[in-house]
């Protein structure tokens, strides 16, 4: 019986990861809004172009934390990621964090396998089975490591499943499974942790918040996508 049960659940897996190579072909924009303890202060965008199995993944985010009127807080983020056959290949990031710049430069070696990572904070390689650290690809709930988007580094982290839950957001109802997603090692200076609440819409497959605490009450928020 448990032989019969073990091979269920490997189709089950087999049956998913199909699943999710597949998943992304129809999705050409992801517009997720920024909020600050709820308020709109900016914008995280996504686009798809897909040609035969290939996929090309653009970012613009771009946000402004006030104070006073004061910017105390900003960020102004563009990267490009390159697929093929669903394996990342390509990852380029250039980020302006309070004016100071950051980057990633990232390519697949086919003979290490293994990426090679030129970061303003990293500079090495990485397994395969890295993900980056970006809101539209749920692969990240499946990963041990992630990558930062806008320096390089590698971070291991733990995904833990909360529970199911019914969430509104622009008006719209979704049943979504709420992820935990925080850092391996406990001991990471605060501002080092990687420390996330995660709703995955359970029918559509696609991230719709993201929160999070560092100097308020942060969300990542689905607006829309096609």
Known sequence: MK?????LFLIFLSSYAQAHTSHYKGIIKIEMEVFRN?????????????????MTVKNYTQFKVK?????????????????????LIYFKSITF???????????????????IINGSSYKGEAS??????????HKLLNANQQISPLSGSIKDQLVTFVGNEDITIY????????YKLRSKDDNLPKDK?????????????LI????????????YRLKSFQ
Not at 47 to 53: A, L, S, T, W
Not at 98 to 105: A, H, I, L, M, S
Not at 193 to 205: A, E, G, M, T
Not at 210 to 215: D, F
């Open 38 to 54: 709820n308020e709109a202060i900016g914008y995280s965008n996504y686009f798809f172009e897909h040609i035969d199995n290939d």
């Open 171 to 178: 008006g719209k109802n979704y049943s979504t499974a709420h």
């Open 193 to 205: 942790k990687l420390d996330f609440d995660i709703w995955l819409d359970k029918k559509s497959n």
């Open 128 to 137: 395969m089975d890295c993900v980056i650290g970006n809101w539209w690809n």
């Open 208 to 219: 719709i918040k993201v929160a999070y605490k560092r100097m308020g009450d942060w969300e």
């Open 3 to 7: 032989k019969y049960i073990f091979i």
């Open 67 to 87: 104070l006073f009127g004061a910017t105390i807080f900003s960020i102004s983020s563009e990267a490009i990621e390159k697929y093929k056959e669903n394996k």
């Open 97 to 115: 964090q309070n004016d100071k710049e950051k980057y990633v430069n990232l390519i697949y070696d086919k003979t290490k396998k293994k990426f």
